[in-house]
């Protein structure tokens, strides 16, 4: 039942926001807690304060997801199914999860759970939509933020299970699940929670320097009547790092827009700046229209108007909740508790005759009156009892908080599942190497097995294929074409970088290698995508040395400077053009980052100086090699292949797999 109504889903870093989130009208929560969740920056909840989080959430009828949208490495995953069991105890309603190996073993373990496959899985087209659906029973998958609306329709009203679309707040310069810039400058791991958020700094192009890779909030209180119409079932506003002002007022508005079926008006859009912005509000991915008025930082005038909004503290109604107690002699004392439509009983102490002081009607209502500490107060209350009975004060306390818990007990529970590490499968070891053109290649090449161009620039002097990081709908026609002709030409690989294209390529008989864009940190990721028929994995580049010898035969990026970001707005365009389609751009440290155009305006920005491990070769014995040439000429090509033919120590700067 598919868009059935349109959810408005907001955001929780704290329990201050989650009153905000609540009192602005939202339809459902999303949070984290201190593991485990891409905003470990937030104050977050503690299992304790999650389970209250959840109860005042669902006393108010708004459901709760919880954000398990890292990666994880393996001595984690033990942990993280007992995490999820007891979460989902407690009352959660579905978890927001990247990593396509925790994905798996939820699903394996606890199949009754609810998944909502995160932004951090780079969805970007149908297929990849219906592939989650199929093969992890993903009930919602939350789409990239790089879509336009003509995609995201076609996705959704198609698809095989919901869509999520962010709506309003920030978003990543990088292709969400893309970016390892944060990781590669000051080993802070975006894909572990721990972004740095480098591309909010000043870089140069040339003799000018700007904030290149900042980009303003989005918002899309203005096209509210075609999200409509768009198929999509949740809106999710981003903010865990927002108090609650933000998030009431936020969600507010947007609960307004919904109600009314109508745009935001000027004096909204006024009001939503005034709460948080950069210089304003972009929708320009929505809109496919990707320009410079994109871009924005966090001036001093915006952070003005947002210290001049009136602050006031939040006070939510608590809901009433009815009673109907029995207690009749000789019988066990019976209490009905009703929240709306559900209705709980419950059962106590036998009732038995007073030999003195019998309890009167009085002291049984002040007694299950106490809901003090519950989300909760007293509606109507009925109460029909015995004379001259006797029943325990513990004993009604204990009536009223049973019954009061029961309102929120989960139907089918979920037991602590034990982590066991699978046995994976072990693939022929091979080396392979990526080259942006084929002037690049050197003669030298015959050390690799496998040599890929990018599939806008096959040649057949390579036996394979690079896919486009990022292929919407719209493109697939064009890509389609491409791969056809390459596979005529005698391409016989194509290096896969995301779920959405495996089945295409699978079915033109392409042997596959799953780039190290699918962030392949742990054992289940590994399994699940060799059963996809991958022949190969390159694991995550943030595996150190120790983690990556329990991956036997599996790939390692061994040479290159690493793709730091993909960008769907193109750095190039709007600063050296588009005739060029490459450059550099500087850090404040004087570090330059190469940057190239690839299909359809968008970048790949590579890292300033390359992985190197010629002369650590016998630290990497047991694995298939990858090396990746950027703005290597051919001669240089020609050299680093001989310096790892021949163990050559290093020359300049590098960096190693530690």
């Given amino acids: 039942?598919?868009?059935?109504?349109?959810?408005?889903?907001?955001?929780?870093?704290?329990?201050?926001?989650?009153?905000?989130?609540?009192?602005?009208?939202?339809?459902?929560i999303y949070?984290?807690?201190?593991?485990?969740?891409?905003?470990?920056?937030a104050t977050n909840f503690s299992l304790n304060e999650a389970q209250k989080a959840i109860a005042l959430a669902h006393a108010h009828s708004k459901k709760v997801y919880i954000t398990l949208n890292t990666q994880l490495f393996d001595k984690e995953l033990g942990t993280m199914l007992e995490y999820v069991s007891k979460l989902h105890n407690m009352g959660a309603d579905a978890f927001i999860v990247a990593d396509f190996g925790v994905a798996s073993l939820i699903k394996k373990h606890y199949p009754q759970i609810e998944l909502h496959i995160?932004?951090?899985?780079?969805?970007?087209?149908?297929?990849?939509?219906?592939?989650?659906?199929?093969?992890?029973?993903?009930?919602?998958?939350?789409?990239?933020?790089?879509?336009?609306?003509?995609?995201?329709?076609?996705?959704?009203?198609?698809?095989?299970?919901?869509?999520?679309?962010?709506?309003?707040?920030?978003?990543?310069?990088?292709?969400?699940?893309?970016?390892?810039?944060?990781?590669?400058m000051g080993g802070r791991s975006g894909n572990r929670g721990e972004c740095a958020q480098p591309c909010r700094l000043p870089y140069a192009i040339n003799s000018s320097s700007a904030f290149f890779l900042s980009l303003k909030d989005m918002s899309?209180?203005?096209?509210?009547?075609?999200i409509l119409n768009s198929g999509v079932t949740s809106l999710k506003i981003e903010g865990r790092m927002k108090n609650e002002e933000y998030v009431s007022g936020v969600t507010k508005i947007y609960r307004r827009l919904i109600d009314e079926k109508r745009n935001a008006k000027a004096e909204e859009i006024k009001t939503l700046g005034g709460l948080f912005s950069?210089?304003?509000?972009?929708?320009?991915?929505?809109?496919?229209?990707?320009?410079?008025?994109?871009?924005?930082?966090?001036?001093?005038?915006?952070?003005?108007?947002s210290r001049e909004l009136e602050s006031k503290p939040i006070e939510l109604e608590r809901p009433m909740v009815d009673m109907q107690a029995e207690l009749i002699l000789g019988k066990k004392a019976r209490l009905t508790v009703s929240l709306g439509e559900?209705?709980?009983?419950v059962e106590g102490d036998t009732i038995e005759e007073a030999i003195n002081a019998p309890i009167s009607k009085a002291d049984v209502v002040r007694c299950l009156s106490k809901l003090g500490s519950t989300p909760f107060k007293l509606g109507k209350i009925d109460v029909s009892m015995s004379e001259n009975i006797i029943l325990r004060i513990s004993s009604l306390n204990a009536l009223r908080r049973s019954a009061i818990e029961k309102l929120f007990e989960v139907e089918e529970?979920?037991?602590?599942?034990?982590?066991?590490?699978?046995?994976?499968?072990?693939?022929?070891?091979?080396?392979?190497?990526v080259f942006l053109d084929a002037g690049q290649i050197p003669k030298n090449s015959d050390y690799f097995d496998v040599v890929f161009l990018p599939l806008d620039n096959y040649d057949s002097l390579a036996n394979g294929v690079m896919m486009p990081p990022v292929i919407f709908d719209s493109e697939w026609d064009e890509v389609e074409k491409k791969l056809k002709d390459a596979r005529g030409r005698g391409a016989e690989w194509a290096l896969v970088s995301n779920i959405g294209q495996i089945e295409r390529v699978k079915s033109l008989g392409f042997k596959m290698l799953f780039d190290y864009r699918f962030n392949a940190f742990n054992r289940p990721c590994v399994e699940f995508l060799m059963k996809q028929g991958a022949q190969n994995v390159i694991l995550s580049p943030e595996l150190m040395l120790a983690q990556a010898r329990d991956f036997s035969a599996y790939s390692l990026v061994a040479y290159g400077k690493l793709p730091l970001m993909t960008t769907h707005k193109c750095v190039l365009k709007d600063t050296v053009g588009c005739d060029k389609c490459k450059g550099y751009i500087t850090d404040r440290q004087g570090a330059r980052l190469f940057v190239i155009g690839i299909s359809h305006h968008r970048n790949v920005i590579f890292n300033s100086v390359p992985t190197y491990m010629a002369d650590k070769l016998s630290d990497l014995k047991n694995h298939s090699l990858h090396f990746i040439f950027s703005d290597e000429t051919q001669n240089e090509a020609y050299e680093t292949i001989k310096a790892y033919k021949e163990g050559k120590a290093p020359n300049g700067s590098f960096r190693r797999i530690k």
């Fill in 342 to 345: 559900k209705k709980v009983c």
């Fill in 413 to 433: 529970k979920a037991e602590v599942a034990e982590y066991d590490p699978p046995s994976l499968p072990i693939p022929e070891k091979i080396k392979t190497a």
């Fill in 1 to 28: 039942m598919k868009n059935s109504k349109l959810e408005i889903l907001a955001p929780a870093g704290d329990y201050s926001a989650l009153v905000g989130a609540i009192y602005g009208g939202c339809d459902a």
């Fill in 118 to 184: 995160s932004t951090q899985a780079s969805v970007h087209n149908l297929d990849g939509a219906n592939f989650l659906a199929k093969a992890l029973g993903a009930t919602r998958v939350v789409l990239a933020r790089e879509l336009d609306k003509n995609n995201i329709e076609f996705i959704s009203k198609n698809c095989d299970c919901e869509t999520e679309i962010f709506i309003h707040g920030a978003h990543c310069m990088s292709v969400s699940g893309q970016c390892l810039m944060s990781y590669a």
């Fill in 278 to 305: 950069r210089q304003g509000f972009t929708d320009g991915y929505f809109q496919a229209s990707i320009n410079k008025s994109m871009l924005g930082i966090r001036t001093d005038k915006d952070k003005e108007r």
């Fill in 220 to 226: 899309l209180a203005s096209h509210i009547s075609e």
């Fill in 31 to 41: 949070f984290g807690t201190d593991i485990f969740n891409a905003r470990i920056r």
